[in-house]
């Protein structure tokens, strides 16, 4: 068994174990690998592990990644969008979990003239209100950002992503996935012409808590590619955007 498939099968328990704990069907929650810096080799191996869904944080590094790569994938972006790349972004991505803001919204429906069908987004909502994060705040600006999406014909609202703190124990991440949740739940009320039917929550060093608390996506990076790099709060630099 090469490391690779070792770190692999060791997160795919964790993320299996956490969803027993909830009473929940592991099957209902899809790992996405973050590819951040991978090269497109180890990539190609993870997909011969069984991988389908990978995760990029940069629409440059996706552009070289993709094309080489089998066509069966789904990738996920999950990093900061500028304005002026969007029309970038929906050639190479079939999810795309980090709305936010209605400027974006709006350019992305705008590149996604000639689709099939509608692009599958989700909002980002910065729960935890820091300010080096991005998303939209819970309250008015989520609502309005909601009902203005939802007019677009070329994207498809799909549910809500948020990153937690960076936190020594991941119970202190809890309650940020679980206000997550619960966003969900009322937004689903009150627009149920959305889907809703994703939470993308939860990375190498909180997942078992994102999943208890519904998670439907967890991007994984470091667990699976780079185990023995310290969590980025534990480092001398600044975080990345994902893990």
């Given at each position: ?53 990978f995760g990029e944080n940069r629409v ?29 972004v929906a050639p190479l991505f079939q ?70 703190p960076i936190v020594a124990d991941q ?73």
């Amino acid at each position: 068994m090469t490391d690779l498939e070792a770190n692999l099968r060791a997160v795919q328990e964790r993320i299996a174990a956490a969803a027993r704990r909830a009473g929940r069907s592991p099957d209902g929650i899809t790992l996405v690998a973050v590819t951040k810096g991978q090269p497109v080799e180890v990539i190609a191996a993870a997909y011969d592990l069984g991988l389908r869904h990978f995760g990029e944080n940069r629409v440059e590094e996706a552009e070289t990644k993709v094309g080489r790569l089998p066509s069966d994938i789904t990738w996920h972006m999950i990093g900061h969008i500028q304005s002026r790349k969007a029309r970038r972004v929906a050639p190479l991505f079939q999810v795309v979990h980090s709305v936010d803001s209605t400027r974006l919204a709006r350019r992305l429906n705008d590149s996604c003239a000639g689709r099939s069908e509608p692009l599958p987004v989700l909002l980002e909502v910065n729960v935890s209100g820091e300010a080096s994060k991005y998303g939209f705040h819970p309250g008015a600006d989520l609502l309005a950002a909601v009902e203005e999406i939802l007019t677009l014909p070329l994207l498809r609202l799909e549910g809500l992503m948020t990153m937690a703190p960076i936190v020594a124990d991941q119970e202190e991440a809890r309650p940020i996935f679980a206000r997550l949740r619960q966003l969900r739940e009322e937004l689903a009320t009150t627009f149920p012409q959305g889907t809703w039917q994703h939470l993308s929550m939860g990375m190498s060093d909180d997942l078992e808590v994102a999943v208890e608390e519904g998670a439907t996506l967890v991007r994984v990076g470091r667990a699976i590619f780079d185990p023995d790099r310290p969590p980025w709060g534990q480092c001398a630099i600044l975080p990345p955007t994902e893990d």
